[in-house]
């Protein structure tokens, strides 16, 4: 059953979120949480896609905490029809699925996260504030799926029908980029590449500009499109 649910005590200014689960045990757990916290209110529930869809045409919410397997219409579908729909509700997937090919998917289709479901109530608040904030959040444990910076990796892959902009960075610069769109911090990738924190940051923002890219959430699908964070 989907419900939909004004909570006239939370604050001005508060993440309205829908959430998309046929789990009426698990909506119930996770409306406890968010509910409790100041700065979040669920706003809507919604058993299955087609339903789901239906409520983020109507409520426009600023979040929709999506599951990828529900009845009828599949998760990736639906996220697919919201990003056209009401392209500025953010979509947050919360699933089971820790297969790679389903986060390269629901980033592609304009996922702005990826947590599991076995995530601790603190993760999945930090990645909801997370992407309200503008940022891709992506689950540790996908992270380390998709990592593999071999030293002798290519750092571009062909692209169809005209070059690749990734082509005109230095070994760096693409080693820099790649980590970025796999969600590490700048200290964490000075630490990985025995670089200092500064030179970190002036690869990531020469490589943006060579890639004519602004934003992290850009670089993310830009690297996903053109099979950079492949494990192979």
Known sequence: MATTNMNTHSQAGATRILLADDHAILRAGLKLLLDAQPDLNVVGEAANGARA???AEDLRPDLILLDLSMPGLGGLEVLRTIKEVVPDSRVLVLTMHDDESYLRQALALGAAGYV???AVD???LNA???VMRGEVYVHSAMMEKLLNLEANEPASSPVENGSNPWDTLSRREADVLRLVALGYTNAEIAD?????VKTVETYRARGMEKLGLSTRAQLVRD????????EE
Request: aromatic letters at 0%.
């Open 53 to 55: 869809l239906a409520l």
């Open 116 to 118: 599991l479901k076995k």
């Open 122 to 124: 603190s993760e999945l």
């Open 128 to 130: 909801i504030r997370a």
């Open 192 to 196: 990985r590449l025995a670089l200092s």
């Open 223 to 230: 690297a996903l499109a053109r099979g950079l964070l492949d």
